[in-house]
């Protein structure tokens, strides 16, 4: 039977995943879509050779859900939400401090005593028998130094990374996930324009529309062609409302009552959502 592809549908896996980020993520059904559609492309062969499966930048204020969507994407895959290589990046602010995260080079100082925290070693630690992938997060990337953004275009273009002692690290069954606040106080001028007769408030798909370009704008005015260009896929976060809000504290508070009952048992308590 010929059937035309249908650009919509998704395999068993990929609908799951997305089951699973609606349980655990609330209000952001673009950060969910697009993260899907990048698994998706995993899933199929589809994703471009010798690159990282996917490069997200997470836009948005804080606390709109952009490190929970990273660790429920974890959680959903491996079952676990810690199973992500975290780098805060703003302990990289000054180009010495690389020296953290690939080692350093030969006739340094402490050559031998540096472990470097983006090794084979510590990206494969949480990949399972079924999913070889690896999760790794640059959270608040604004504040790292320019040595550190001249490291990510390596990993994000060729999915390579030498460390100082000349090992290879392979990136490329790896999700790279950035974070950033850029706009935000851009995006809080728009959602609150202040008090006056002459201020209206615009449709909710011109306020997301202005929200976005706000977002990447400022994106724009901080990093380089060079590295916006190898993204992916950069996500705007929307701010969340009381609706959203009342929606996220009854999850926690169903998480808070399952660990209660599983104390209470003497049983260990299940990831939240299975």
Not at 37 to 65: D, E, H, K
């Amino acid at each position: 039977m010929v059937k035309s592809l249908d650009p919509t549908e998704t395999g068993r896996d990929a609908q799951r995943l997305d089951q699973n980020l609606h349980k655990r993520i609330v209000g952001q059904e673009e950060a969910i879509g697009n993260v899907v559609n990048i698994y998706q492309m995993y899933l199929a062969g589809m994703n471009s050779p010798g690159r990282p499966v996917g490069n997200f930048l997470f836009l948005g204020p804080t606390g709109s859900g952009k490190t929970r969507m990273v660790e429920a994407t974890a959680e959903s895959l491996l079952g676990d939400a810690r199973a992500v290589t975290k780098i805060d990046c703003a302990e990289f602010q000054h180009s010495h401090e690389i020296a953290k995260l690939i080692g350093s080079p030969p006739g340094y100082l402490g050559h031998r005593e540096t472990h470097p925290l983006l090794s084979q070693e510590v990206l494969n630690q949480y990949q399972t028998d079924k999913i070889k992938l690896s999760f790794v997060l640059f959270d608040e990337i604004e504040k790292a130094s320019d040595a550190l953004w001249n490291l990510l275009l390596g990993i994000l273009d060729k999915a390579t990374l030498t460390l100082g002692d000349n090992r290879r690290v392979d990136f490329s069954r790896a999700l790279i996930f950035m974070t950033s606040n850029l706009g935000a106080g851009e995006m809080s001028a728009l959602l609150n324009p202040g008090i006056g007769f002459s201020q209206t408030v615009p449709a909710p798909e011109k306020m997301a529309a202005k929200i976005n370009s706000t977002g990447l704008a400022a994106a724009r005015r901080k990093f380089t062609p060079e590295f916006m260009n190898r993204l992916d896929k950069v996500v705007v976060f929307k701010p969340l409302g009381q609706a959203e809000l009342r929606r996220i504290l009854d999850l926690e508070l169903a998480i808070v009552q399952r660990r209660v009952f599983s104390n209470a048992l003497g049983t260990p308590c299940t990831a939240p959502g299975t």
